[in-house]
């Protein structure tokens, strides 16, 4: 698997209103290859959101360094390239959605990027089908649901072709059903398009999708592995006033109460074929 994107010793720092220096990331280490589904987890302040701001230099490192793709995002000849291989999609979708139709949402970033007009009707098209929104592209923004919106704001993001979607905690304002139509839209866009993604989150069931897990603890990196090797932790991760998966947790409780069950179960089906297969016994 190439490397994608390399982070070396990043610290980012910013003045309080009180003049005070505060250190939102400290040395911070990490690669991400190429077609990689990497989530990134931490309370609020952990220094997940500005972590996820270096990968497309909307933030630059205080010392340290980010390449996206071998370049440099501190060096502004290589702006306009690292924006064009690394897309964001944030939170609130409202943020995102600039046009009064789906498709012209989507046709800004090509547009602005002087993609020629052909081009673009191409580029829509197939975004918005991607995510499964052909249907809605002549319908007003504002009347979709909020997992719709959403699904909007990441075709737009594809219609860049970015090598890698950034999202930041992009299901927290939706409800359940949003929340599975972002997840199961991002998760093909992995498996079928090899896209890169960084999936910034605190709930843990979606973060026990991803390839690999990093947790984020006081600017740093606290504990990185895959999901069965980072939610087995499970002590470490409640001192970290961190949740895991219920069926995790579930484990965790039945292996310490006696009964030999492995605590890296992350869904519901190992769990009960493991109790069948012991009760059976």
């Known amino acids: 698997m190439s490397r994608l994107l390399e982070v070396r010793d990043l610290t980012h720092s910013y003045l309080t209103r009180t003049g005070e220096e505060v250190e939102a990331l400290r040395k911070v280490s990490l690669e ?32 340290g360094v980010v390449f996206v793709d071998g370049l440099d995002t501190s060096v502004p000849e290589n702006l306009w390239e690292v924006r064009q291989r690394v897309g964001m999609v944030f939170q609130n979708p409202d943020n995102q959605l600039v046009a009064t139709t789906v498709e012209e949402d989507v046709a800004f970033g090509p547009e602005n990027l002087g993609v020629p007009s052909a081009e673009i009707r191409k580029r829509v098209d197939e975004a918005l089908a991607v995510v499964e929104m052909s249907e809605f592209a002549t319908r007003p923004p504002h009347n979709l649901s909020g997992g719709q919106k959403q699904r909007v704001a990441i075709a737009g993001v594809l219609a860049m072709r970015p090598k890698c ?23 093909r866009l992995n498996a079928e398009e090899s896209m890169t993604v960084v999936w910034i989150t605190h709930f843990m069931n979606e973060a026990a999708q991803a390839d690999r897990v990093l947790v984020m603890q006081e600017g740093r990196i606290a504990i990185e592995g895959s999901p069965r090797q980072v939610f087995s932790r499970v002590e ?36 009960v074929s493991i109790l069948v297969d012991k009760l059976a016994g």
């Not at 991400?32 to 909307?58: C, D, M, R, W, Y």
């Not at 470490?236 to 030999?260: R, S, Y």
Request: proline fraction near 7%; hydrophobic fraction near 45%.
């Open 32 to 63: 991400v290859g190429a077609g990689e589904f990497v989530a990134i987890v931490g309370h609020n302040g952990s220094g997940k959101s500005t972590l996820a701001k270096h990968l497309n230099a909307l933030l630059l490192p205080s010392t």
């Open 165 to 187: 979607i950034v999202l930041d905690e992009p299901t927290a304002m939706l409800d359940p059903k949003g929340r599975q139509e972002v997840l199961r839209t991002v998760q």
């Open 236 to 271: 470490e991760l409640k001192e970290l006033h961190l949740d895991v998966p219920q069926v995790t947790e579930l484990a965790f409780l039945l292996n310490k109460a006696g009964l030999p069950v492995s605590p890296e179960l992350l869904c519901e089906e190992e769990l």
